[in-house]
């Protein structure tokens, strides 16, 4: 005899999903993510919830961050965009820390202006970003820096992303979403990926990622320079964060 409609629907609501059925990320999926990461972090979690109910939200949303990760970036970028610090070839040319017309000191004081030389050196040098020859000409190592064969960097890296995405989706939550004042969030997604072909995927994502990434800075540095040389609708100065990034759900 058929079961009744009714029971039938009745049983699949009540029934518990299976490992293998998707179910939809709750709050409680987050928290938990956001925790195991803290942890990882080494950031005590019980404190940090009692510091932000304290915590001015005013004064939180007019914070400019400039840590020494970005500090770095702006460096490199910098010592590979002008072509007073290139070879023919378009690659960094070695320079000392001080002199006339083209110098360590002189390429910091244009690109971080916050933040002393010789401190930003030592950064440079403590996470291999450049390398220092025997006639103390200074030498640039890479283009991108690797926050996360640095422990300092790697938490300050991951605690600006999470703050800078929670800010477009906070931002893109509170405008209308026809509306021009919308921050580009796009995501791609496929739910039935074939695991072995991770390993290529990373390495089609590192590639293209790094070029359209590389192409957004070189392009803000250029309007940045042609603006300080006295647009007359120069706006007010904001930061900037435009992130690529991958990730792999559990199977």
């Keep these: 005899m058929p079961r009744c409609p009714t029971k039938r629907f009745t049983d699949h609501a009540i029934r518990k999903p299976t490992h293998k059925e998707k179910r939809e990320i709750t709050v409680d999926d987050v928290i938990g993510a956001l925790l195991d990461l803290f942890a990882k972090l080494e950031i005590n979690a019980p404190q940090l919830a009692s510091r932000v109910k304290a915590l001015d939200r005013t004064a939180v949303a007019s914070h400019r961050l400039y840590a020494h990760s970005t500090a770095i970036g702006d460096l490199l970028t910098a010592w590979h965009q002008n072509p007073n610090y290139l070879d023919k070839l378009g690659n960094p040319l070695p320079i000392k820390m001080r002199g006339p017309k083209r110098s360590f000191d002189l390429l910091a004081k244009d690109a971080v202006r916050n933040m002393d030389a010789s401190t930003l050196l030592t950064e440079l040098q403590r996470v291999g970003a450049v390398a220092i020859d025997k006639d103390r000409f200074i030498h640039a190592r890479m283009r991108a820096l690797s926050v996360y064969e640095d422990k300092p960097l790697a938490i300050q890296h991951t605690l600006i992303s999470l703050h800078s995405f929670i800010r477009t989706l906070r931002h893109n939550l509170n405008s209308d979403p026809s509306n021009s004042d919308q921050l580009f969030h796009r995501v791609a997604w496929n739910g039935a990926f074939d695991s072995h072909l991770i390993p290529t995927l990373k390495i089609k994502v590192k590639r ?21 040389r006295g647009s007359r609708h120069r706006g007010k100065p904001v930061q900037i964060f435009i992130g690529v990034y991958l990730a792999v759900g559990k199977e």
């Design 208 to 228: 293209q990622g790094q070029n359209l990434l590389e192409s957004f800075d070189n392009w803000m540095m250029r309007k940045t320079k042609t603006q300080t």
